[in-house]
């Protein structure tokens, strides 16, 4: 049984530093994954606007700030990490940095107006809208909100929610799920270790605790002899 013991503590030992070389592979290359992400963020250059108190402003006012952060955190549910807002690191390169530029994007497109110019009478469910140009808000919606075929509604459609914005949010998005993954990829990483250093701990004292004993010999003495 001793010996049974022994080999297993071996083997759990065996796979814990398998376990642990695994978590030090995934911390190297989402190491990597970081460094290039950065590097990606910075010759982008795109940055978020902080005040001298440290708060994120939009056009130099907290307030329109405030109104993007509330269309990220409450209209779209983001569970906004507040670590990931550095104004000593306005470079957007976390996610949180990145949802935040997505919403603003979002934010302002949804809050525009744009200029619809008829050449011509247009007539659509028996409502006539002469020639001329029309201010369209866009009024809070989004690119499926609008019937593309009215003749004030789909130009603004294509106006406001433009090839450009749909980019820049697609683009935002690819650097948001990035830098989710390589979170997620650091977390693993941290979790393999953490695993394989308890398995290496437990195998090697199974083995420790199944050493052999020394072999102790009673030493006899004559009879009468002070020890």
């Given at each position: 049984m001793t010996t049974r013991l022994r080999r297993l503590g071996l083997v759990l030992a065996v796979i814990g530093l398998l376990f642990a070389a695994g978590g030090a592979y995934a911390f190297i290359k989402t190491q990597e994954g970081y460094r290039s992400l950065n590097a990606f963020s910075s010759a982008q250059n795109v940055q978020l606007t902080y005040n001298d108190q440290g708060q994120l402003v939009d056009r130099g006012e907290t307030e329109g700030?405030?109104?993007?952060?509330?269309?990220?955190a409450n209209d779209w549910g983001y569970p906004v990490v507040a670590g990931d807002l550095n104004p000593n690191d306005p470079i957007v390169n976390t996610s949180t940095e990145y949802m935040f530029q997505m919403a603003t994007v979002a934010?302002?497109?949804?809050?525009s107006v744009q200029t619809v110019v008829l050449t011509e009478d247009v007539e659509y469910n028996g409502e006539v809208f002469k020639a001329g140009e029309y201010q369209v808000d866009v009024a809070g919606r989004y690119f499926a909100d609008f019937d593309r075929s009215h003749p004030l509604e789909g130009p603004a459609r294509a106006q406001a929610w433009s090839p450009t914005a749909h980019a820049l949010?697609?683009?935002l998005g690819v650097g948001t799920v990035t830098a989710s993954a390589l979170q997620m990829g650091l977390g693993l990483a941290g979790l393999f270790a953490a695993l394989g250093f308890t398995l290496v701990l437990a195998g090697?004292?199974?083995v420790w605790a199944t050493r052999p004993e020394p072999v102790?010999?009673?030493?006899?003495?004559?009879?009468?002899?002070?020890?």
């Amino acid at each position: 049984m001793t010996t049974r013991l022994r080999r297993l503590g071996l083997v759990l030992a065996v796979i814990g530093l398998l376990f642990a070389a695994g978590g030090a592979y995934a911390f190297i290359k989402t190491q990597e994954g970081y460094r290039s992400l950065n590097a990606f963020s910075s010759a982008q250059n795109v940055q978020l606007t902080y005040n001298d108190q440290g708060q994120l402003v939009d056009r130099g006012e907290t307030e329109g700030a405030q109104a993007i952060m509330s269309l990220l955190a409450n209209d779209w549910g983001y569970p906004v990490v507040a670590g990931d807002l550095n104004p000593n690191d306005p470079i957007v390169n976390t996610s949180t940095e990145y949802m935040f530029q997505m919403a603003t994007v979002a934010y302002h497109t949804l809050h525009s107006v744009q200029t619809v110019v008829l050449t011509e009478d247009v007539e659509y469910n028996g409502e006539v809208f002469k020639a001329g140009e029309y201010q369209v808000d866009v009024a809070g919606r989004y690119f499926a909100d609008f019937d593309r075929s009215h003749p004030l509604e789909g130009p603004a459609r294509a106006q406001a929610w433009s090839p450009t914005a749909h980019a820049l949010i697609g683009e935002l998005g690819v650097g948001t799920v990035t830098a989710s993954a390589l979170q997620m990829g650091l977390g693993l990483a941290g979790l393999f270790a953490a695993l394989g250093f308890t398995l290496v701990l437990a195998g090697l004292g199974l083995v420790w605790a199944t050493r052999p004993e020394p072999v102790r010999v009673p030493v006899l003495r004559p009879a009468g002899v002070p020890a």
